[in-house]
């Protein structure tokens, strides 16, 4: 008994290093897009009311592919399940590539949609990381997971000037340069997962419960499945709303903040210092989303992933608040994105290892798809919102909605509180 939980400890610890590896690679995947997503977005429709599709479309992907991936996990492992969703995110860094070159907004939308499957694989990639971990570090696992993306993550948005100077050579618009980067990060990220993720985590946590020989029909990974049995617990509707509504609230006001910040700068809104302003605030955010995550796992087994949840949950209202009361202030909405990020970091991390800490190993999988679909949907359904909402009421507007969002969860994990 004691040399097979060695024998787990560490390959426990060799799949999370290679999970860190990968995601430090395939977390360049939205980098670009998020940075110049709804700028390209207006240039090629031609309406600032299309602001928010691009990233709407990135987070369709994203949650109509989350429940499918999770599906392939069950069926044939994590393994192929990544490098699946990775590859097709390859191919739609290259729609982007030509969306940018023929100027194709039908184009750029069905790229990003597959650009959205790199998300759906790092939110996979975070519960991988749970499949054989200890009860007691599940958070520290899943976290130092997300904290890889980091690297990525807060590069991508960064890619603009060297993105430029590829496009540059190859004789193609500065605006393409970036995704053809990207599409570099995710292919070494898929060849690292697909060489190197052996034993493959969930198919050795099935074989260690008993299950390895489950039928498939008892191992569906539906949505139905998945909200049948968040219906059943308690804890996971608390940890599941706070992550859908942290994720929804964070991708609307991200979203919207470079079309802000090219507002505020007027007819400066090309100059290329507005353009570095607007990667750099993207990927400070991004940073704050990942930077610090291994802290939050820290917390999270030290305090409890529902204390930590509704701490992220409140950094968010701080946030939105920063956000819409100083909306013309530039620091201050670059300082509320950093906030906005942390408190994301936070929420999810929290949320996630509440969501499998309140499970049996076989619900898992399932209400993982349902947890990444759902909270993917949100954060598309707020990207929707946000851009007709910016219309009406400006980026303060978009905020306040948020907020509302925000609080509304808060008081429901609260309330979870009290009754458990």
């Known amino acids: 008994m004691t040399s097979t939980a060695e024998a787990t400890r560490s390959t426990q610890r060799r799949i999370v290093r290679t999970l860190s590896v990968a995601q430090i690679f395939s977390g360049l995947g939205n980098g670009s897009?998020?940075?110049l997503g709804s700028i390209l977005a207006v240039d090629l429709s031609g309406s600032e009311a299309w602001a928010g599709s691009v990233n709407t479309a990135l987070t369709l992907g994203t949650a109509v592919t989350a429940i499918p991936l999770s599906r392939l996990a069950l069926q044939r492992g994590r393994r192929v399940a990544l490098t699946t969703g990775l590859a097709a995110a390859i191919a739609g860094t290259f729609l982007m590539v030509t969306a940018v070159t023929?100027?194709?907004f039908v184009v750029l939308l069905a790229g990003s949609f597959l650009v959205g499957l790199a998300s759906a694989v790092n939110l996979q990639a975070r519960f991988a990381a749970t499949d054989l971990a200890d009860p007691a570090h599940r958070g520290r696992d899943l976290s130092l997971v997300v904290w890889a993306i980091t690297i990525g993550a807060v590069a991508g948005p960064n890619m603009v000037s060297p993105g430029a100077v590829l496009a540059g050579w190859l004789d193609i618009p500065p605006a393409a340069g970036p995704f053809l980067i990207s599409a570099l990060g995710m292919v070494v990220g898929a060849a690292i997962v697909a060489l190197s993720l052996h034993p493959d985590p969930l198919l050795t946590r099935r074989a260690l419960d008993g299950v390895a020989h489950t039928p498939a029909s008892k191992l569906?990974?539906?949505?139905?499945?998945?909200?049948?049995?968040?219906?059943?617990?308690?804890?996971?509707?608390?940890?599941?709303?706070?992550?859908?509504?942290?994720?929804?609230?964070?991708?609307?006001?991200?979203?919207?903040?470079?079309l802000h910040m090219q507002h505020h700068a007027g007819h400066d809104a090309g100059n290329p210092d507005t353009i570095a302003l607007i990667g750099l605030t993207i990927s400070l955010h991004i940073a704050g989303m990942y930077a610090l995550s291994p802290l939050m796992g820290i917390l999270t087994d030290r305090f409890g992933p529902r204390n930590t949840a509704l701490a992220g949950l409140l950094t968010l209202v701080a946030?939105?608040?920063l956000t819409g009361?100083?909306?013309?202030?530039?620091?201050?909405?670059t300082f509320g994105l950093i906030l906005?990020?942390?408190?994301?970091?936070?929420?999810?991390?929290?949320?996630s290892t509440l969501l499998v800490a309140s499970l049996t190993p076989a619900e898992r999988v399932p209400v993982q798809g349902f947890s990444d679909a759902t909270m993917s949907l949100a954060g598309a359904l707020g990207s929707a919102a946000a851009g007709p909402v910016m219309g009406l009421t400006g980026y303060s507007g978009v905020s306040a909605l948020a907020a509302a969002v925000v609080a509304a969860a808060a008081v429901a994990l609260l309330r979870l509180r009290v009754r458990g």
């Open 33 to 35: 897009t998020l940075a």
């Open 102 to 104: 023929a100027q194709l």
């Open 220 to 258: 569906s990974g539906t949505w139905q499945e998945g909200w049948r049995i968040v219906k059943q617990h308690p804890t996971a509707r608390g940890a599941a709303v706070a992550v859908i509504a942290a994720h929804a609230v964070m991708v609307a006001v991200m979203s919207m903040t470079p």
């Open 319 to 321: 946030a939105v608040a």
């Open 325 to 333: 009361l100083a909306s013309q202030n530039m620091g201050s909405v």
């Open 340 to 351: 906005l990020g942390l408190g994301w970091s936070a929420t999810t991390v929290a949320g």
